[in-house]
């Protein structure tokens, strides 16, 4: 996005699950922040109201956990405060799910992926989110065809393995983490190593390490954290090898129910994770992320 894109009167808002959230980056950015309404009709249908005045360049905040109730209302958003007065709505979308689903992996499938990324393309100027879980896809501007912004959380990271986990190695569960455990790694000054996944199903996978780690602490970090079972195993294999405290640090705490637990059953001392999605493992803050994104781009 250029230095001209994100010009003019800039207001942000959102629905009330991500109220707190948004109002921090309004406050990151100086400007004033407008709730969003949602009423929901007997028959399950939404009616979504914004503030009459809605800016000439709108903001909307909203993460995409449980997706499936939560993508309609964000397209009548984006179509609410048009017609409210903004030339230019942005998303800015912390989680943005649907991202895994990139091909059709067996016959009769869609890509999920091109049809969020196609929907909200059409209703937004820009979308801003962090750590898209995109595999095969290098960039985030091949799925959704207006600007688009990645958010570097690897800093926010970094600074809680300095502060939190000195002398650690950090560790990544599996090749495609590499550049992001790296980031983190080189920031906080600390040692790296990335294992290799072989993943037999949704819920069984083997991960091996080709070097024992050189620490009695390690900390993996990942990008997602959804049945936990990766997280889980590379917990166990590190506790194999002989690290003594093994902590996770994950960006997106989707967390399926028993997830969580499984991961501190296989030895995990402390799990946190960044506040993209509320959950109680939430300790690292990215709505300041966000508002300087979206400050270098005004």
């Known amino acids: 996005m250029g230095n001209d894109s994100m010009g003019g009167e800039l ?3 959102a629905f009330a699950d991500g109220a707190a959230y948004a109002r921090r980056i309004a406050r ?7 709730p969003v309404r949602l009423h929901r009709f007997p028959d399950g249908e939404s ?3 914004v503030a009459p005045q809605a800016g000439r360049h709108a903001v909307l905040v909203r993460t995409l956990s449980d997706p499936n109730s939560k993508i309609l209302d964000t397209l009548f958003a984006a179509d609410a405060l048009r017609r409210a007065g903004a030339s230019r709505v942005s998303l800015v979308v912390p989680y943005l799910a649907y991202m895994r689903q990139d091909k059709v992996f ?6 999920s992926q091109r049809v969020i990324g196609k929907l909200l393309g059409e209703a937004f100027d820009a979308v801003l989110t962090m750590e898209p879980h995109l595999h095969r896809v290098k960039n985030l501007a091949e799925v959704i065809p207006c600007e688009t912004s990645t958010v570097a959380v690897a800093p926010a990271v970094a600074r809680w393995v300095k502060r939190e986990a000195k002398g650690c190695v950090v560790v990544g569960p599996d090749a495609e983490s590499w550049r992001f455990v790296e980031a983190i790694a080189r920031a906080a000054g600390a040692a790296w190593i990335v294992g290799e996944k072989q993943r037999h199903g949704d819920r069984r996978v083997k991960i091996t390490f080709a070097r024992t780690p050189a620490a009695n602490h390690a900390v993996i970090v990942d990008d997602i954290a959804s049945s936990g079972v990766t997280l889980a195993e590379a917990v166990r294999e590190l506790r194999r090898h002989g690290v003594v405290n093994v902590d996770a640090v994950v960006v997106h705490a989707v967390f399926a129910p028993g997830a969580l637990a499984m991961v501190r059953r296989a030895g995990a001392r402390r799990i946190v994770s960044c506040d993209t999605i509320s959950h109680p493992t939430n300790a690292i803050r990215t709505a300041p992320l966000f508002a300087e994104a979206l400050r270098r781009a005004r």
């Open 28 to 34: 990151g950015l100086g400007v004033s922040f407008a």
């Open 47 to 49: 009616l979504v109201r």
């Open 11 to 13: 207001k942000v808002h």
């Open 106 to 111: 067996h016959p009769g499938e869609p890509i």
